[in-house]
Structures are given as C-alpha cells and as structure tokens.
C-alpha cells in the first residue's frame, strides 16, 4: 500500500487565490512527521512545513498552512494569496517513528501551475 | 541556501562505470540521508548514516553503497552504472545537537546523473 497518497498530479490556481494540495498517509505508528516541499524547476527541494503527530495545532509557516485531520489521515497543504514563483512541484512526505533522524517517504508529488 | 552542499552538479557517464557523489551536510548536523529522483520511481531513500555509522536502508542497489567520514561528509559510490541508474540523487542531513526538536531535513542541491 502506498504511504504518501498526492492524486492531484497537477493543478492550476490563479495568481493571489488559495490553493489547496491533497496529502493522504497510511501509518500504523501512532508517532510520526508530515512535511511538505517545494521543488521549482530548478531542481532544489526546498522544506516548507511540518506537522507533528503529536501536535494539537496545525503548523503554519507564512502563507503556508498545514490542514491537519489525523481521523482522516490527511494532511493538505494549504497556500494562501498565490504567487507566481509558487509554481512548481510540491511533494508531501512522511517519517515514522519517534526520533527526528529517521529518513522521509514521499508522495508522487503536485505541480502547482500559476496563473498570472 | 539550505546549508547542505552536493558535488558535482552534474556527471555525465558511460554504462559499467563507477562514480563518486559527494555531500557535506550542514555544519553541526550528524545525520545524512541519500535520496534518489527518477522519472519512474519518483523520489526513494537510499540509505542514511548517523555520527559515521549506517542508520538505515531503503532501496539502495547493491552495486550502490555509501560512507560517512569522521568529518560528517558522505559519499554515495555508483558501480557498473546502468542506463536506469540516470537520476538526481539528494543528499540531506538532519539532527542537530544544538536543537531542541531537530525534526527538518534539508536537502542539498542534487548531483545530476546522467548515464549514457
């Protein structure tokens, strides 16, 4: 079964709307980590936000929100006010197990179009 | 700049060969993982080492392997390299001793591979 479920290969959104981005986990460890990256065209992957499973309150980082529901094991990105440097691939990721040093499994990953 | 430093950029190769990638995590971090991006498999961990010792497996070749040096830097070792192997492989680290909750692992810039 896959781990990281993303099943929007693509999506567009206008320039200053949200955006939202769908993440879907399977895990049978009650302890483990979200994150969400970025990866432009360039290449770089770039850390954007994490969600705790432990954590009571979604993380938010600037115009990124994390759309945490453990029941549904989902955990969506949320972008506010679009821009167009947003435009790239966005990858979700998980990591199980307590500890911070335990390697990430990723999804097939989004790419975010915007649209000026 | 994530801190993380990866060389060569790029590697162009012929098939059989072996190659060397190289990665100096970010100053201070004792953990490094090794990711590998392609077309068809997406984005899947390799292995990781902590403090200089093998932390963990994933879908890592046996014609691949890798090192962690007393200084912190790792190299990933690619032999009798196959057309299939051409990819972006990441390095990231991770675990700092100076955090309280050292949870973000921050990817380098990749080494391109292409296998020719």
Known sequence: AQKITQTQPGMFV????AVTLDCTYDTSDPSYGLFWYKQPSSGEMIFL???GSYDQQNATEGRYSLNFQK?????NLVISASQLGDSAMYFCAMREGAGSARQLTFGSGTQLTVLP | DSGVTQTPK???TATGQRVTLRCS?????????WYQQSLD?????LIQYYNGEERAKGNI???FSAQQFPDLHSELNLSSLELGDSALYFCASSARTDR???YEQYFGPGTRLTVT
């Open chain 2, 25 to 33: 995590p970010r100053s201070g971090d004792l953990s490094v993982y």
């Open chain 1, 71 to 75: 029941a549904r094991k989902s955990a």
């Open chain 1, 14 to 17: 206008q320039e200053k709307e």
């Open chain 2, 100 to 102: 309280v909750t050292p």
């Open chain 1, 49 to 51: 936000i994490y969600q």
């Open chain 2, 61 to 63: 070749l046996e014609r």
């Open chain 2, 41 to 45: 498999q997406g984005l899947q961990f």
């Open chain 2, 10 to 12: 790029h590697l162009i």
